[in-house]
């Protein structure tokens, strides 16, 4: 097995072009399982993680660019944590602090599990995921870019290079159940985001669809959030909870999430 | 950029190199290449923690770093933090506690709470339950363990 290590994004996109079998790498928390397990036998691997361009993050003009390389650890950390708190508390409930240091938003985009922590809350934010690829860069909102259940809108020779979002004023946060505090996949999560700008409250869940999904209504209905977000979703039964319990669990969250968001 | 199969880096303050098998992991490559058995290998899944070393001064599950991505890198395992043959701080702590059993969590624990200390020197107990929640032990019951943390914390 073959693997590149650009050193920059440029190089990199050309080895994308090149080599479009090479399966792209960062943080390696969801590649090297599959490919230490034998699910995942790619002929060659296209390294990231010595990618300047998309460490970190950077705000111009109010809009933050998140790199695809950011990690949960840094997305927890101030100055990000209080721009875009729903995305720092859903990022403490990732795997544990080795699995945070290491995976990053960039790969849970790639994954696009419908389990993908990190989704709702930037969902929630209507972000939009920036694309390059040798022949440019374009950009698309995230809700457009997740298709289904690890599928996604990347076209052949692109790379995700960051997530865009522009924090609203108001009060988010995020929430998650599962079987225990730490290293779990959450059997449902929730963020809402209060809008008041836009007179509205949104919110996103995960695990309770094929994607991560986005509702909204007005500031005016926010008590209908809860209604509103179960009858958004379809969940499925498997190992971890039923469908029923999952419905039972989003009514909950939007509930307790909104309430708290609300009381300031 | 070339595509790898030999690789360089820091180990415990050394330059070493070798070769790499395909997308092996810098735990079996730490193991089986460099002769470094103190991780452990126990889940490769990122589950347990056994296998956790600094790459760069952070804590990480060595069984989910492509060895390949270690090039150029620092690596510190268990094996270098015991200075001129005095065992460190947190390993003597974790003797004086009994916090080994079977022993087979202990590297990976002693090394995750020498970053929890290094970033919080006095770490409350929730802390402590936090930033050990990706080290897994079949053993103590984490009383022990717990012990040995406060014991280390004390003693600095
Ligand atoms: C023990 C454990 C616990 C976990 N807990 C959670 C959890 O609680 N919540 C959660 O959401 N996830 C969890 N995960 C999954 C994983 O950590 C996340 O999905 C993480 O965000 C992946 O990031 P990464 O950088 O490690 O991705 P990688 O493994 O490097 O890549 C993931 C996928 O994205 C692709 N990719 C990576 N970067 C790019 C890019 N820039 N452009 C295009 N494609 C790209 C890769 O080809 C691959 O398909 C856990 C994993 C483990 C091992
Ligand atoms: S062996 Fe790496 S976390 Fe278990
Ligand atoms: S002492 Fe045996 S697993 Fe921890």
Known sequence: MEVFRPSTLDEALRLRAEHPQARPIQGGTDVMVELTFGDARPEALLDLSELAELRGFAEEDGLLRLGAGLTYTEAMQTPLASRLPALAEASRTVGSPQIRNRGTIGGNLGTASPAGDALPPLLAERAEVELASARGTRTMPLAEFLLGVKRTALAPGELVTAVRVRPCEGPQTFAKVGQRNAMVIAICSLAVVVDAEAGEVRAAFGSSAVTARCVVVPLAEAAELPERVVEAASPIDDVRATAAYRRHALRVLAARTLERCLRT | ?156
């Open chain 2, 1 to 156: 950029m070339l595509a790898h199969v030999r690789i360089d880096l820091t180990v415990n303050g050394e330059r070493r190199e070798g070769v790499l098998r395909g997308g092996e992991s810098l735990l079996t490559f730490l193991r089986d290449t460099l002769e470094l058995p103190g991780s452990k290998n126990a889940c490769e899944q990122g589950e347990c923690g056994s296998c956790s070393v600094l790459l760069d001064g952070t804590l990480v599950c060595s069984c989910l770093v492509l060895a390949a991505q270690a090039e150029g890198h620092d690596v510190v395992t268990v094996e270098g933090l015991a200075r001129d043959g005095a065992l460190h701080p947190v390993q003597q702590a974790f003797v004086d506690a009994g916090a080994v059993q079977c022993g087979f969590c202990t590297p990976g624990l002693v090394v995750a709470v020498v970053d929890l200390l290094e970033r919080m020197p006095h770490p409350s107990d929730d802390q402590i339950r936090e930033a050990l929640s990706g080290n897994l032990c079949r053993c103590t019951g984490y009383a022990k363990i717990f012990d040995a943390v406060r014991l280390a914390a004390g003693r600095a």
